[in-house]
């Protein structure tokens, strides 16, 4: 699992690994929930008695606990109030206002699939990219999706490299999973992922991961332009400018 956030409120701290656990694994007993979170037996039927009365959980007949009704009203009361695009589109206006790109993303992975959240492209560019809010995010050609990927857990960027297609989109994609973990480690060793042409010809990428204050991923930045724009002396300076992006929005978050 995550890593495990301790705060002054354990019992708050330990309702939140049991959710979380339920939202990677589905129903599971309180037993399995116990052995994989490190939480005591007796804690967890404590626990998991009050978040039942919540409506957090719901527990079957067979003793399973599941994810419960009051999680999607609140989930759902959140979505409607808090509008990821007023954290990060002023950070992305001033991404894109700082030098000639075709468009800039924020992404973010849900489940086993990244996808686009927010697109803003330069007014006036004369060039459209096929990218479009709410579409997924390819893992392999697209510097977004490898950014994304990078930064999962091992057993987590394992499985989805074993599900990914490694069909060449352009000469310069990514062909086979050797080369695309070869890929991810370079990105998490150096900060920061780049598509060269390796989804659409002629464009090219930089990406940079957003994490919040407890130094977990949250989404991604990146900034598209061709390959005249983006070129080679360029990059240093475009990806300080998608990281200085990436500081902004995280100072918000």
């Known amino acids: ?22 939202q990677s694994h589905g129903a599971s007993s309180i037993s399995e929930i116990s052995k994989a979170t490190g939480i005591p ?8 008695d009050a978040m039942r009365e919540h409506e957090l959980i719901r527990i079957d007949d067979n003793g399973h606990l599941h994810l419960w009704m009051k999680l999607i009203s609140l ?6 109030r808090m509008d990821i695009r007023d954290l990060v589109k002023p950070a992305l206006i001033a991404l894109m206002d700082a030098t000639e790109c075709l468009a800039v993303h924020y992404g973010i992975m ?41 930064y999962q857990d091992d057993e987590t960027r394992q499985r989805l490299i074993r599900q ?17 973990v070869k890929e991810l480690a370079l990105i998490r060793l150096r ?11 002629g464009i090219r990428c930089v990406a940079c991961p957003v994490f919040d204050r407890s130094k977990r991923l949250v989404g991604a930045v990146s ?21 200085r992006c990436v500081e902004s929005i995280t100072q918000h978050l």
């Open 191 to 201: 900060g920061w992922a780049f598509d060269n042409s390796e989804g659409e010809s």
């Open 41 to 48: 037996l007796s804690s967890m039927y404590v626990i998991t």
């Open 75 to 80: 989930g759902n009361t959140a979505s409607e």
């Open 110 to 150: 849900y489940g086993d699939e990244a996808y686009y959240a927010v697109k803003l492209e330069r007014p006036g560019c004369g060039m459209t990219i096929r990218s479009r809010e709410g579409m997924s995010v390819s893992l392999v050609h697209a510097g977004l999706g490898k950014c994304l990927l990078a």
């Open 164 to 180: 990914l297609d490694f069909a060449k989109a352009t000469p310069t994609s990514i062909g086979t999973a050797d080369d695309l």
């Open 223 to 243: 900034i598209v332009g061709t390959v005249t724009e983006f070129s080679d002396d360029k990059i240093p300076s475009i990806v300080e400018l998608a990281k």
């Open 1 to 22: 699992m995550d890593k495990k956030i301790k705060t002054r409120a354990p019992a708050i701290d330990r309702c939140v690994l049991i959710l979380e656990y339920l």
